[in-house]
């Protein structure tokens, strides 16, 4: 479980710095460093199979509401992490507001037509900057598996990643806590 948490603080850093690369104004850059030195810089804090997107959505479903993170104004990366010698995959967004932030995993390579399970899930909510509702991943009872990460097409054409998840997360990690059935789709462009 250790291990799981880690992953998230990992993708969690990954959203905050993608929305800060949102943020940032390309003027100020390009005025203040030539193109060379531009490039390397942009290159030095590029992670390898790491994107940022540009366009697209993701949408999840919990509890009967419905909340969307919109590429063209929020953070959603899609990210490759190595940890313990072994890959995941997933998906990390934060919205320009910073009162929402997603991330869900799957074990191994991500290709086009994989159907994985999750490895790891959280949805964290923040109530008119008051209260903060966390959701995260559990083993609903009773179910074999249940939650899968589907991965329709990946890196084709303009097409960062598309698919779909489900997967079942408790509420603020309490013990006996109900599970709820958390659903999502995603379309996102890197070009």
Known sequence: MGNLRYFFIILFALAVFSSCQKDESVKEVTQSLSKADSIRALSANSTPGNTLAVKGTLKITIEDSTYTFDAAKDSIAFVNVYLDDKQY?????????????????????????????????????????????????????????????????????????????TTYLTKDAKPNSTFYKAEGSFELKNK
Request: charged letters at 10%; aromatic letters at 10%.
């Open 89 to 165: 995959f997933g998906l990390t967004a934060i919205n320009k507001a910073h009162t929402m932030s997603f991330g869900v995993s799957g074990p191994g390579k991500a290709t086009a037509n994989l159907t994985s399970t999750v490895a790891g899930s959280q949805f964290l909510l923040n109530i008119d900057n008051t209260t903060t509702v966390q959701y995260t991943l559990g083993q609903a009872p009773g179910l074999e598996n249940p939650s899968h990460f589907n991965i329709a097409q990946y890196l084709q054409d303009s097409v960062l990643v598309k698919g779909t998840f």
